[in-house]
Protein backbone atom coordinates (compact mmCIF):
# COMPACT_ATOMS: atom_id res chain seq x y z
CA UNK A 1 0.00 0.00 0.00
CA UNK A 2 1.43 3.40 -0.77
CA UNK A 3 1.87 5.78 1.72
CA UNK A 4 -0.59 8.77 2.11
CA UNK A 5 0.87 11.99 2.79
CA UNK A 6 -0.20 16.00 2.92
CA UNK A 7 2.73 17.36 1.75
CA UNK A 8 2.18 20.41 4.22
CA UNK A 9 0.82 18.60 7.07
CA UNK A 10 4.27 16.67 6.84
CA UNK A 11 5.94 19.12 8.40
CA UNK A 12 4.44 18.58 11.44
CA UNK A 13 5.79 14.86 11.32
CA UNK A 14 8.26 14.30 14.29
CA UNK A 15 9.87 10.75 14.32
CA UNK A 16 9.10 8.58 17.04
CA UNK A 17 11.87 6.07 18.46
CA UNK A 18 11.30 3.29 20.72
CA UNK A 19 14.48 2.83 23.63
CA UNK A 20 15.32 -0.93 23.66
CA UNK A 21 15.34 -3.28 26.61
CA UNK A 22 19.00 -2.31 28.86
CA UNK A 23 20.07 -6.21 28.08
CA UNK A 24 19.34 -6.80 24.34
CA UNK A 25 22.92 -7.09 24.38
CA UNK A 26 23.67 -8.46 27.84
CA UNK A 27 26.40 -8.68 30.31
CA UNK A 28 28.56 -11.46 28.55
CA UNK A 29 28.08 -9.67 25.20
CA UNK A 30 25.97 -11.69 23.61
CA UNK A 31 22.78 -10.65 21.68
CA UNK A 32 20.85 -13.69 23.33
CA UNK A 33 17.27 -13.16 21.93
CA UNK A 34 17.31 -12.43 18.52
CA UNK A 35 13.76 -14.27 17.59
CA UNK A 36 11.84 -12.15 20.56
CA UNK A 37 13.15 -8.78 19.41
CA UNK A 38 12.60 -8.87 15.62
CA UNK A 39 8.74 -9.96 16.08
CA UNK A 40 8.25 -7.12 18.54
CA UNK A 41 10.06 -4.86 16.63
CA UNK A 42 8.27 -6.04 12.98
CA UNK A 43 5.01 -5.31 15.02
CA UNK A 44 6.00 -1.73 16.22
CA UNK A 45 7.08 -0.67 12.32
CA UNK A 46 3.88 -2.64 10.51
CA UNK A 47 1.41 -2.11 12.68
CA UNK A 48 2.61 1.32 14.26
CA UNK A 49 4.80 2.90 12.16
CA UNK A 50 7.73 3.33 14.18
CA UNK A 51 10.72 5.74 12.67
CA UNK A 52 13.74 3.48 14.78
CA UNK A 53 15.04 2.59 17.93
CA UNK A 54 17.49 3.99 20.56
CA UNK A 55 20.24 1.79 22.00
CA UNK A 56 22.72 1.80 24.64
CA UNK A 57 26.06 0.80 23.44
CA UNK A 58 27.59 -0.07 27.12
CA UNK A 59 31.34 0.41 27.28
CA UNK A 60 31.35 -1.81 30.32
CA UNK A 61 30.24 -4.65 27.66
CA UNK A 62 32.38 -3.73 24.64
CA UNK A 63 35.48 -2.92 26.34
CA UNK A 64 35.12 -5.43 29.45
CA UNK A 65 38.08 -7.66 28.23
CA UNK A 66 41.08 -4.96 28.38
CA UNK A 67 42.08 -1.15 27.30
CA UNK A 68 41.36 -1.52 23.75
CA UNK A 69 40.14 -4.93 23.05
CA UNK A 70 37.11 -3.95 21.15
CA UNK A 71 34.48 -6.66 20.89
CA UNK A 72 31.45 -5.23 18.59
CA UNK A 73 30.35 -8.82 17.08
CA UNK A 74 27.04 -8.76 19.03
CA UNK A 75 26.06 -5.16 18.48
CA UNK A 76 26.81 -5.69 15.13
CA UNK A 77 24.12 -8.32 14.67
CA UNK A 78 22.42 -6.21 16.96
CA UNK A 79 22.34 -2.96 14.09
CA UNK A 80 22.44 -5.47 11.17
CA UNK A 81 18.98 -6.84 12.44
CA UNK A 82 17.31 -3.25 13.41
CA UNK A 83 18.63 -2.34 9.57
CA UNK A 84 16.85 -5.08 8.08
CA UNK A 85 13.76 -4.13 9.03
CA UNK A 86 14.00 -0.89 7.30
CA UNK A 87 14.16 0.60 11.22
CA UNK A 88 16.91 3.72 12.18
CA UNK A 89 18.93 3.61 15.33
CA UNK A 90 20.13 6.32 17.61
CA UNK A 91 23.25 5.07 19.42
CA UNK A 92 24.27 6.06 23.11
CA UNK A 93 27.68 6.02 23.80
CA UNK A 94 27.18 5.02 27.17
CA UNK A 95 30.20 5.55 29.94
CA UNK A 96 28.44 4.77 33.28
CA UNK A 97 27.15 1.78 34.85
CA UNK A 98 23.55 0.66 34.27
CA UNK A 99 21.92 0.00 37.43
CA UNK A 100 21.30 2.00 40.76
CA UNK A 101 19.21 4.08 38.66
CA UNK A 102 15.22 4.67 38.38
CA UNK A 103 14.37 1.66 35.91
CA UNK A 104 17.76 0.07 35.73
CA UNK A 105 16.58 -3.65 35.85
CA UNK A 106 19.85 -5.18 34.84
CA UNK A 107 23.61 -4.11 36.33
CA UNK A 108 26.38 -3.69 33.43
CA UNK A 109 29.31 -2.23 35.49
CA UNK A 110 31.54 0.16 33.95
CA UNK A 111 34.83 -2.03 32.90
CA UNK A 112 36.62 -4.18 35.84
CA UNK A 113 40.58 -2.72 34.68
CA UNK A 114 39.03 0.73 35.08
CA UNK A 115 37.66 -0.34 38.69
CA UNK A 116 41.46 -1.95 39.22
CA UNK A 117 42.31 1.53 39.18
CA UNK A 118 39.63 2.34 41.24
CA UNK A 119 40.29 0.31 43.76
CA UNK A 120 44.11 1.39 44.47
CA UNK A 121 42.64 5.55 44.07
CA UNK A 122 38.87 5.65 45.29
CA UNK A 123 39.45 9.29 43.75
CA UNK A 124 38.66 8.56 40.47
CA UNK A 125 35.48 8.56 41.58
CA UNK A 126 32.75 11.28 42.22
CA UNK A 127 32.36 11.57 46.23
CA UNK A 128 30.13 13.33 48.25
CA UNK A 129 31.21 15.43 51.56
CA UNK A 130 31.06 12.07 53.66
CA UNK A 131 33.78 10.70 51.05
CA UNK A 132 30.92 8.09 49.60
CA UNK A 133 32.43 7.12 46.06
CA UNK A 134 30.30 6.67 43.67
CA UNK A 135 31.66 4.18 41.09
CA UNK A 136 29.19 3.91 38.39
CA UNK A 137 31.05 7.24 36.07
CA UNK A 138 34.63 8.29 36.46
CA UNK A 139 34.86 11.94 38.19
CA UNK A 140 35.38 14.94 35.72
CA UNK A 141 38.68 15.24 38.10
CA UNK A 142 40.38 12.66 35.85
CA UNK A 143 38.91 13.66 32.40
CA UNK A 144 42.78 14.54 31.55
CA UNK A 145 44.78 12.67 33.72
CA UNK A 146 46.86 9.74 32.25
CA UNK A 147 45.75 6.92 34.97
CA UNK A 148 44.00 4.09 32.72
CA UNK A 149 47.27 2.44 31.43
CA UNK A 150 48.94 5.74 30.28
CA UNK A 151 45.16 6.91 28.73
CA UNK A 152 43.11 10.13 30.27
CA UNK A 153 39.42 9.24 30.69
CA UNK A 154 38.56 11.42 27.29
CA UNK A 155 41.16 9.78 25.32
CA UNK A 156 39.53 6.73 26.43
CA UNK A 157 36.14 7.84 25.63
CA UNK A 158 37.27 9.50 22.34
CA UNK A 159 39.03 5.95 21.13
CA UNK A 160 35.80 3.60 22.29
CA UNK A 161 34.30 6.50 19.41
CA UNK A 162 36.42 6.03 17.19
CA UNK A 163 36.24 2.37 17.01
CA UNK A 164 32.72 2.45 16.92
CA UNK A 165 33.03 4.42 13.95
CA UNK A 166 35.31 2.35 12.30
CA UNK A 167 33.52 -1.16 12.75
CA UNK A 168 30.13 0.50 12.14
CA UNK A 169 31.09 2.81 9.23
CA UNK A 170 28.70 0.64 6.71
CA UNK A 171 25.88 1.85 8.88
CA UNK A 172 26.86 5.14 9.48
CA UNK A 173 27.03 5.49 5.38
CA UNK A 174 24.05 4.23 4.47
CA UNK A 175 21.93 6.41 7.06
CA UNK A 176 20.75 3.43 9.38
CA UNK A 177 22.62 5.17 12.11
CA UNK A 178 21.07 9.14 12.72
CA UNK A 179 21.98 9.95 16.14
CA UNK A 180 25.19 9.46 18.32
CA UNK A 181 24.09 10.51 21.63
CA UNK A 182 27.45 10.86 23.36
CA UNK A 183 27.27 9.58 27.36
CA UNK A 184 28.49 12.54 29.47
CA UNK A 185 27.49 11.64 33.36
CA UNK A 186 25.61 9.17 35.42
CA UNK A 187 22.58 7.10 33.16
CA UNK A 188 24.05 8.93 30.55
CA UNK A 189 23.19 12.67 31.30
CA UNK A 190 25.23 15.81 31.70
CA UNK A 191 25.10 15.88 35.14
CA UNK A 192 26.87 14.58 38.47
CA UNK A 193 25.02 11.86 40.34
CA UNK A 194 23.97 13.63 43.26
CA UNK A 195 20.76 11.14 43.71
CA UNK A 196 22.16 8.11 43.96
CA UNK A 197 19.43 5.71 45.20
CA UNK A 198 21.92 3.19 46.03
CA UNK A 199 23.71 5.83 49.12
CA UNK A 200 20.04 6.02 50.20
CA UNK A 201 18.47 9.25 48.13
CA UNK A 202 14.61 9.17 48.08
CA UNK A 203 12.27 11.97 46.09
CA UNK A 204 12.11 14.89 47.09
CA UNK A 205 15.42 15.21 48.23
CA UNK A 206 17.66 17.57 47.62
CA UNK A 207 21.26 15.17 46.16
CA UNK A 208 24.48 16.50 47.83
CA UNK A 209 27.32 17.59 45.83
CA UNK A 210 29.99 15.32 44.15
CA UNK A 211 32.89 17.20 44.55
CA UNK A 212 34.89 16.49 46.80
CA UNK A 213 37.15 13.82 45.26
CA UNK A 214 41.03 14.99 45.62
CA UNK A 215 40.92 15.79 42.11
CA UNK A 216 38.22 17.93 41.72
CA UNK A 217 38.72 19.51 45.50
CA UNK A 218 42.52 20.61 44.18
CA UNK A 219 41.34 21.88 41.17
CA UNK A 220 38.75 24.31 42.91
CA UNK A 221 41.67 25.35 45.43
CA UNK A 222 43.11 26.68 42.56
CA UNK A 223 40.31 28.19 41.08
CA UNK A 224 39.21 30.08 44.35
CA UNK A 225 43.42 31.10 44.59
CA UNK A 226 43.04 32.34 41.30
CA UNK A 227 40.59 34.78 42.06
CA UNK A 228 41.96 35.87 45.19
CA UNK A 229 40.07 33.89 47.83
CA UNK A 230 42.62 31.15 48.74
CA UNK A 231 40.40 31.04 51.90
CA UNK A 232 37.28 29.67 50.39
CA UNK A 233 36.76 25.79 50.62
CA UNK A 234 33.69 24.00 48.81
CA UNK A 235 30.73 24.02 50.73
CA UNK A 236 30.30 22.38 54.61
CA UNK A 237 26.74 23.50 55.03
CA UNK A 238 24.72 21.80 52.16
CA UNK A 239 23.12 19.38 53.78
CA UNK A 240 22.41 15.25 53.23
CA UNK A 241 20.78 13.55 50.16
CA UNK A 242 17.27 13.95 51.55
CA UNK A 243 17.23 17.40 53.58
CA UNK A 244 14.91 19.99 53.25
CA UNK A 245 16.80 22.92 51.51
CA UNK A 246 14.95 24.82 54.23
CA UNK A 247 16.82 22.68 56.60
CA UNK A 248 20.59 23.83 55.81
CA UNK A 249 22.73 26.78 55.93
CA UNK A 250 23.17 26.67 51.87
CA UNK A 251 19.99 26.18 50.42
CA UNK A 252 17.40 28.21 53.33
CA UNK A 253 16.66 31.95 51.98
CA UNK A 254 19.84 34.01 52.01
CA UNK A 255 21.61 31.25 52.43
CA UNK A 256 25.42 30.78 51.03
CA UNK A 257 23.88 29.99 47.76
CA UNK A 258 23.44 33.88 47.36
CA UNK A 259 26.82 34.39 48.74
CA UNK A 260 29.82 35.47 46.47
CA UNK A 261 31.79 32.42 47.93
CA UNK A 262 28.45 30.56 47.12
CA UNK A 263 28.14 31.67 43.83
CA UNK A 264 31.63 30.96 42.90
CA UNK A 265 31.64 27.50 43.76
CA UNK A 266 27.84 27.13 42.04
CA UNK A 267 29.59 28.87 39.09
CA UNK A 268 32.65 26.50 39.04
CA UNK A 269 30.57 23.16 39.82
CA UNK A 270 28.26 23.82 36.76
CA UNK A 271 30.97 25.24 34.25
CA UNK A 272 33.33 22.09 35.25
CA UNK A 273 30.40 20.00 33.72
CA UNK A 274 29.39 22.15 30.53
CA UNK A 275 33.24 22.01 29.89
CA UNK A 276 33.67 18.52 30.64
CA UNK A 277 30.75 18.00 28.45
CA UNK A 278 32.26 20.54 25.24
CA UNK A 279 35.53 18.15 25.73
CA UNK A 280 33.98 14.81 24.95
CA UNK A 281 31.18 15.73 22.49
CA UNK A 282 34.64 17.97 20.89
CA UNK A 283 36.06 14.60 20.46
CA UNK A 284 32.75 12.78 18.63
CA UNK A 285 32.73 16.23 16.70
CA UNK A 286 36.10 15.59 15.17
CA UNK A 287 36.01 11.55 15.01
CA UNK A 288 32.26 11.93 13.18
CA UNK A 289 32.80 14.98 11.21
CA UNK A 290 31.88 14.69 7.52
CA UNK A 291 29.37 11.85 8.08
CA UNK A 292 25.58 12.21 8.13
CA UNK A 293 24.89 11.98 11.62
CA UNK A 294 23.19 13.87 14.46
CA UNK A 295 25.16 14.20 17.40
CA UNK A 296 23.21 14.36 20.73
CA UNK A 297 23.33 15.02 24.72
CA UNK A 298 20.97 14.20 27.22
CA UNK A 299 20.35 16.94 29.81
CA UNK A 300 18.11 15.34 33.15
CA UNK A 301 14.77 16.58 34.06
CA UNK A 302 15.41 17.42 38.01
CA UNK A 303 11.55 18.70 38.33
CA UNK A 304 11.52 18.48 41.99
CA UNK A 305 12.33 21.69 44.19
CA UNK A 306 11.92 23.79 40.65
CA UNK A 307 9.56 26.09 42.82
CA UNK A 308 12.15 26.23 45.61
CA UNK A 309 13.78 29.54 45.60
CA UNK A 310 17.09 27.40 45.70
CA UNK A 311 16.14 25.03 42.89
CA UNK A 312 18.61 22.61 44.94
CA UNK A 313 18.03 20.04 43.15
CA UNK A 314 19.27 21.28 40.61
CA UNK A 315 22.28 22.60 41.90
CA UNK A 316 23.89 19.23 43.47
CA UNK A 317 23.07 17.99 39.44
CA UNK A 318 25.39 20.85 38.29
CA UNK A 319 22.47 22.66 36.72
CA UNK A 320 23.08 26.53 37.98
CA UNK A 321 19.55 27.54 37.56
CA UNK A 322 17.70 30.31 39.25
CA UNK A 323 14.97 32.41 38.73
CA UNK A 324 17.56 35.22 38.38
CA UNK A 325 19.69 32.66 36.44
CA UNK A 326 19.35 30.53 33.56
CA UNK A 327 21.06 27.32 33.90
CA UNK A 328 20.13 25.98 30.80
CA UNK A 329 21.20 27.97 27.81
CA UNK A 330 24.95 27.79 28.90
CA UNK A 331 24.48 24.01 28.20
CA UNK A 332 22.51 25.08 24.45
CA UNK A 333 24.72 27.17 23.98
CA UNK A 334 27.67 24.77 24.19
CA UNK A 335 26.15 21.75 21.83
CA UNK A 336 25.41 24.78 19.35
CA UNK A 337 28.92 24.99 18.78
CA UNK A 338 29.27 21.87 17.91
CA UNK A 339 25.87 21.37 15.87
CA UNK A 340 24.35 18.85 19.05
CA UNK A 341 20.92 17.90 19.18
CA UNK A 342 19.51 18.75 23.37
CA UNK A 343 17.51 15.47 24.59
CA UNK A 344 15.55 15.99 27.72
CA UNK A 345 13.20 14.41 29.41
CA UNK A 346 10.37 14.25 31.61
CA UNK A 347 7.82 15.10 28.51
CA UNK A 348 4.85 13.20 29.90
CA UNK A 349 4.88 15.26 33.55
CA UNK A 350 2.32 17.28 34.78
CA UNK A 351 2.93 19.95 37.48
CA UNK A 352 0.03 17.71 39.48
CA UNK A 353 1.86 14.13 39.26
CA UNK A 354 3.22 15.20 42.54
CA UNK A 355 3.00 15.93 46.01
CA UNK A 356 2.59 19.67 46.88
CA UNK A 357 5.54 18.99 49.12
CA UNK A 358 7.87 17.71 46.41
CA UNK A 359 7.94 21.50 44.93
CA UNK A 360 7.77 19.89 41.25
CA UNK A 361 7.42 22.08 38.39
CA UNK A 362 8.25 19.37 35.35
CA UNK A 363 5.90 21.73 33.15
CA UNK A 364 7.90 24.79 33.64
CA UNK A 365 11.08 23.22 33.30
CA UNK A 366 10.68 22.03 29.94
CA UNK A 367 9.49 24.96 28.92
CA UNK A 368 12.32 26.58 29.67
CA UNK A 369 14.57 23.60 28.53
CA UNK A 370 12.86 23.96 25.43
CA UNK A 371 12.53 27.44 25.17
CA UNK A 372 16.43 28.39 25.46
CA UNK A 373 17.57 25.91 23.28
CA UNK A 374 15.61 27.00 20.36
CA UNK A 375 17.07 30.55 21.27
CA UNK A 376 20.59 29.18 20.87
CA UNK A 377 19.70 27.47 17.43
CA UNK A 378 19.69 24.04 18.10
CA UNK A 379 17.39 21.13 18.16
CA UNK A 380 15.62 19.42 20.91
CA UNK A 381 14.28 16.16 21.31
CA UNK A 382 12.90 14.11 24.09
CA UNK A 383 11.89 10.68 26.17
CA UNK A 384 9.51 10.44 28.67
CA UNK A 385 11.40 10.01 32.20
CA UNK A 386 8.77 6.93 33.63
CA UNK A 387 7.15 3.86 32.20
CA UNK A 388 3.46 5.53 30.66
CA UNK A 389 0.90 3.82 29.12
CA UNK A 390 -1.78 6.51 29.75
CA UNK A 391 -3.73 9.24 27.70
CA UNK A 392 -2.86 11.55 30.22
CA UNK A 393 0.99 11.29 29.67
CA UNK A 394 0.92 10.77 26.08
CA UNK A 395 -1.38 14.11 25.60
CA UNK A 396 1.30 16.14 27.40
CA UNK A 397 3.90 14.42 25.33
CA UNK A 398 2.39 15.59 22.24
CA UNK A 399 1.71 19.03 23.50
CA UNK A 400 5.44 18.97 24.05
CA UNK A 401 6.60 17.79 20.71
CA UNK A 402 4.26 20.55 19.56
CA UNK A 403 4.10 23.55 21.63
CA UNK A 404 1.67 25.91 19.55
CA UNK A 405 -0.14 22.92 17.86
CA UNK A 406 -0.25 21.54 14.04
CA UNK A 407 0.11 24.26 11.27
CA UNK A 408 -1.63 23.07 8.32
CA UNK A 409 -0.16 25.13 6.00
CA UNK A 410 3.38 23.85 6.56
CA UNK A 411 5.97 24.13 9.59
CA UNK A 412 4.92 24.16 12.77
CA UNK A 413 5.55 27.15 15.30
CA UNK A 414 7.50 25.23 17.37
CA UNK A 415 8.49 21.39 16.75
CA UNK A 416 10.61 18.98 18.23
CA UNK A 417 13.30 16.78 16.37
CA UNK A 418 12.14 13.97 17.51
CA UNK A 419 10.65 11.72 20.38
CA UNK A 420 11.99 8.36 22.11
CA UNK A 421 9.87 6.12 23.79
CA UNK A 422 10.87 4.51 27.42
CA UNK A 423 10.88 1.54 26.67
CA UNK A 424 10.56 -1.55 24.53
CA UNK A 425 8.39 -4.37 26.82
CA UNK A 426 5.81 -7.10 26.58
CA UNK A 427 3.24 -4.48 28.80
CA UNK A 428 3.44 -1.97 25.17
CA UNK A 429 1.85 -4.99 23.55
CA UNK A 430 -1.09 -5.63 26.15
CA UNK A 431 -4.15 -4.75 23.80
CA UNK A 432 -5.44 -1.36 25.26
CA UNK A 433 -2.18 -0.34 25.44
CA UNK A 434 -0.74 -1.23 22.13
CA UNK A 435 -4.37 -0.02 20.46
CA UNK A 436 -3.46 3.98 22.53
CA UNK A 437 0.40 3.25 21.73
CA UNK A 438 -0.47 3.15 17.95
CA UNK A 439 -2.39 6.44 18.42
CA UNK A 440 0.44 7.94 19.70
CA UNK A 441 2.56 7.01 17.09
CA UNK A 442 0.16 8.36 14.40
CA UNK A 443 -0.78 11.79 16.27
CA UNK A 444 3.41 12.31 16.65
CA UNK A 445 3.48 11.73 12.97
CA UNK A 446 0.48 14.49 12.78
CA UNK A 447 -2.02 11.95 11.35
CA UNK A 448 0.42 11.33 8.50
CA UNK A 449 1.46 7.53 6.97
CA UNK A 450 4.82 6.39 8.24
CA UNK A 451 7.32 8.68 6.20
CA UNK A 452 11.06 7.05 5.47
CA UNK A 453 12.39 10.21 3.77
CA UNK A 454 13.04 12.61 6.52
CA UNK A 455 13.85 15.47 4.09
CA UNK A 456 10.20 15.11 3.33
CA UNK A 457 9.59 16.52 7.13
CA UNK A 458 12.45 18.89 6.72
CA UNK A 459 15.28 17.00 9.01
CA UNK A 460 17.46 16.18 5.93
CA UNK A 461 20.71 14.91 7.69
CA UNK A 462 23.58 17.12 6.40
CA UNK A 463 27.10 15.92 6.84
CA UNK A 464 28.20 16.78 10.60
CA UNK A 465 30.30 20.39 10.50
CA UNK A 466 33.28 21.06 12.61
CA UNK A 467 32.82 23.87 15.27
CA UNK A 468 33.83 27.50 14.18
CA UNK A 469 34.60 29.38 17.53
CA UNK A 470 35.69 27.67 21.24
CA UNK A 471 33.17 27.79 24.26
CA UNK A 472 34.40 30.43 26.59
CA UNK A 473 33.32 31.31 30.05
CA UNK A 474 32.13 34.24 28.94
CA UNK A 475 30.30 32.30 26.73
CA UNK A 476 28.55 30.74 29.84
CA UNK A 477 28.09 33.88 31.43
CA UNK A 478 26.15 35.55 28.57
CA UNK A 479 23.58 32.68 27.80
CA UNK A 480 23.35 32.44 31.49
CA UNK A 481 21.09 36.22 31.66
CA UNK A 482 17.52 34.95 31.93
CA UNK A 483 15.39 35.69 28.51
CA UNK A 484 11.62 33.67 29.53
CA UNK A 485 10.40 30.72 27.67
CA UNK A 486 8.33 30.64 25.09
CA UNK A 487 4.24 30.25 25.43
CA UNK A 488 2.56 26.99 25.18
CA UNK A 489 -1.04 26.01 24.65
CA UNK A 490 -2.88 24.79 27.61
CA UNK A 491 -3.41 21.47 25.89
CA UNK A 492 -2.30 19.29 22.87
CA UNK A 493 -4.63 19.81 19.08
CA UNK A 494 -4.00 15.97 18.90
CA UNK A 495 -4.93 14.30 21.30
CA UNK A 496 -4.47 10.16 21.50
CA UNK A 497 -8.19 10.25 22.60
CA UNK A 498 -9.49 13.15 21.32
Excluded at 111 to 124: A, F, L, R
Excluded at 305 to 310: A, K, R
Excluded at 450 to 464: N, Q, R, T
Aim: charged share 25%; proline share 5%.
Amino acid sequence: MAANYNEKHLLNYVPFYVMLPLGVVNVENVFADPETLETQLKRLKDEAGIDGVMVDVWWGIIESKGPKQYDWNAYKTLFQLIARLGLKIQAIMSFHQCGGNVGDVVTIPIPQWVHDVGDNDPDVYYTNRKGTRDIEYLSIGVDNLPFFAGRTAVQIYSDYMSSFKENMLDLLKAGVIVDIEVGLGPAGELRYPSYPETQGWVFPGIGEFQCYDKYLKNDFKEAAAKAGHPEWELPEDAGEYNDKPEETEFFKRNGTYVSEEGKFFLAWYSNKLIFHGDQIIGEANKIFAGLKVNLAAKVSGIHWLYNHHSHAAELTAGYYNLSKRDGYRPIARMLSKHYAILNFTCLEMKDTDNTAEALSAPQELVQQVLSQAWKEGIEVAGENALETYGAKGYNQILLNARPNGFNPNGKPKLRMYGFTYLRLSDTVFQETNFELFKKLVRKMHADQDYCGDAAKYGHEIVPLKTPNSQLTVEDIADASQPSGAFKWDSETDMKVDG
